[in-house]
């Protein structure tokens, strides 16, 4: 259930991530939005278990996740504007 809970928050951050960071490199349509926000989580949640902030069980939460997709999303914008040049 955990990883379907990270799916659904994730989906919710990458919404959100994509409106408090938007720029013209930012991924556009449903299912990049939604794979932003699912990577997010996951980063949000493996850095957050490295660092000791969450136990190995423990998923990040909500504000994680839309820090880890805004995380994700910047590093988006710096992949895809280099390769446009």
């Known amino acids: 259930m955990s990883i379907i ?3 659904i928050i994730g989906f919710v951050a ?3 991530a994509k409106l408090i960071s938007p720029g013209p490199n930012e991924p556009s349509g449903f ?3 939604t794979i932003l926000g699912i990577v997010g989580a996951f980063v949000a949640t ?5 660092l000791g902030w969450y136990q190995p069980n423990e998923s990040a939460g909500f504000i994680g996740a839309v ?3 805004i995380i994700v999303l910047a590093i988006w914008g ?5 390769r446009s040049v």
């Open 67 to 69: 820090v880890g997709a």
């Open 14 to 16: 990458g919404l959100i």
């Open 5 to 7: 809970w990270t799916i």
């Open 31 to 33: 299912i990049l939005t």
């Open 78 to 82: 710096l992949v895809s504007s280099r």
């Open 46 to 50: 493996w850095l957050g278990q490295q």
